[in-house]
């Protein structure tokens, strides 16, 4: 799927669905293809508060990048990255092919705060669900 799109209009912040339309996150950065100094793709969408924080730099953005990578479960490096190749559509949302259980990186501090923290809440029901 080769389309020309405003990156900063056209996909930061905006929201990542899953193939049953169910919130995955935001595009907060993505990883571009460089050749000789120009453009050439997108290698990457990153999300998640470790994305965020780097792009927003300083103080509070690397306070919110650090923190994030040192709640993040299994302590990956750099922030949470879908395969471009996964878009289906890019509106009204960038829908993914993939359901997000097969995407086992993505949202896992959210995964781990429902979990362990939501869903020990008297009245927050399975956090499974």
């Not at 969408?45 to 990578?69: D, K, N």
């Not at 750099?78 to 993939?98: W, Y």
């Not at 990186?105 to 020990?120: F, I, K, Q």
């Amino acid at each position: 799927m080769s389309r020309h799109v405003s990156v900063r209009h056209g996909l930061l912040d905006k929201q990542i669905v899953d193939r049953d339309r169910l919130p995955v996150g935001r595009v907060d950065d993505l990883e571009l293809a460089v050749e000789d100094g120009a453009v050439v793709g997108v290698e990457a969408i990153l999300t998640g508060a470790q994305a965020l924080g780097e792009r927003l730099g300083g103080m509070l953005g690397r306070w919110l990048a650090g923190s994030a990578a040192r709640l993040r479960p299994g302590g990956g490096e750099g922030p949470t990255r879908i395969d471009p190749a996964l878009v289906v559509e890019l509106e009204p949302f960038v829908s993914l092919s993939a359901r997000l259980e097969e995407l086992p990186d993505v949202a896992g501090l959210e995964r781990w705060l429902a979990r362990n923290v939501v869903g020990r809440l008297p009245g927050a029901g399975d956090a499974r669900e």
